[in-house]
């Protein structure tokens, strides 16, 4: 079985932002792709933020859009 990437990032909710989960655990709402960095959901799994580049699709899985979709 194939390995999912730790974080996932949802699509746009109806009242705004990506809820965004790590190994099923949520982790909040994501309202731009700082967000993922400044609220520290990165960090808050193990990952580096300094090293995490968004179109690794090993790192983060973006469902439907990926981070350039946020409105």
Known sequence: MAERSPVVVYPLSPSSGRRVTARAEI???????EDLLELEFLRRTGLDPDQVRFDDQALIEWRVGGPDVWA
Do not use: D, H, N, T
């Open 27 to 33: 982790l909040g709402l994501a309202y731009g792709p």
